[in-house]
């Protein structure tokens, strides 16, 4: 029994937890932001230290004019289905208007589960103390300036920068 | 699993991480006793966030702290602040209801 209380102790002691991520988010369509805002949203309600650095188009997630109006692909997308799982024809996903439909009804299900709006989103991380930054070099490549990003967005810093963010021995950098 | 809480001597059925099985065995002493043990020391506003989701709960409501953001009661800055590193894991487990499942 004793022996099973040391073990217990043990495993207790050398259980080394998370205490930074550091998130990538290079893509901009509704999916991968939300894929990168629900995991960081996640690491700040836990506790871990949140550092998200969004890039080439995932600066759509944090753009002003884009952030709440992403979409999700209807084109090159097998895991589209309609309701009722009958597959969706990339045929029909190509014809005006049918993606932002789409798209609206992908938002409409996940306000349902309470999921936020991206600024919304983006402001519940930074409540929790996690940090949000910009890629230099894609800001550069796509004409953006400070002004133009959600008021969220703590800085637009360079990939250098954003490495030094990851020191620790518990951290883990996440490409989503 | 059973645990006697020290200075009330109550003794209450908890699950593997704490959190109290049976919500009706909660009471204030216990929430105090479970608040000192993770580090936090429970004022008004504290009661207030922890009334509200036992109400939540009782009425089998789901919880996200956008939720508790939502309600009046505090904003989720406050709640960050009120409950440090688990706003909502460390609310839930003082208030005496299941651990949360939600992501949000």
């Given at each position: 029994m004793e022996t099973q209380e040391a073990n217990t102790k043990k495993v207790v002691v050398d259980k080394k937890p998370l205490e930074k991520v550091c998130i990538i988010c290079a893509k901009g369509s509704l999916e991968d932001v939300y894929a990168t805002l629900v995991m960081a949203n996640g690491a700040v309600m836990e506790g871990i230290e949140t550092n998200v650095f969004f890039t080439f188009f995932g600066l759509d997630g944090i753009t002003k004019k884009q952030m709440n109006r992403l979409h999700t692909a209807?084109?090159?997308?097998?895991a589209m289905r309609m309701p009722g799982g009958i597959p969706f024809p990339t045929m029909l996903g190509g014809l005006p208007g049918v993606e932002t439909a789409v798209s609206g009804m992908m938002r409409k299900q996940m306000e349902e589960l309470d999921m936020p709006p991206v600024d919304e989103f983006l402001e519940m991380i930074t409540a929790g103390g996690g940090t949000i930054y910009a890629c230099k070099l894609a800001i550069d490549m796509f004409k953006l300036e400070k002004k133009d990003l959600s008021d969220e967005v703590e800085d637009i810093i360079t990939i250098g920068q954003f490495y030094e963010l990851c020191?620790?021995?518990?951290t883990q950098i996440i490409f989503t | 699993m059973i645990k006697t809480f020290c200075k009330t001597q109550i003794e209450v059925k908890v699950s593997e991480d704490g959190y109290l099985e049976d919500m009706s065995q909660w009471n204030e002493e216990i929430a105090h006793e479970i608040a000192s043990e993770i580090g936090i020391e429970l004022t008004d506003k504290h009661f207030e966030v922890i009334n509200y989701l036992r109400e939540k709960t009782e009425a089998k409501e789901p919880l996200t702290i956008r939720k508790v953001g939502k309600s009046g009661i505090v904003s989720i800055k406050e709640l960050y602040q009120l409950f440090p590193k688990g706003p909502l894991k460390y609310s839930s487990k003082i208030a005496g209801i299941p651990k949360p499942t939600s992501c949000i």
């Open positions: 209807t084109t090159g997308n097998p020191d620790g021995d518990r | -």
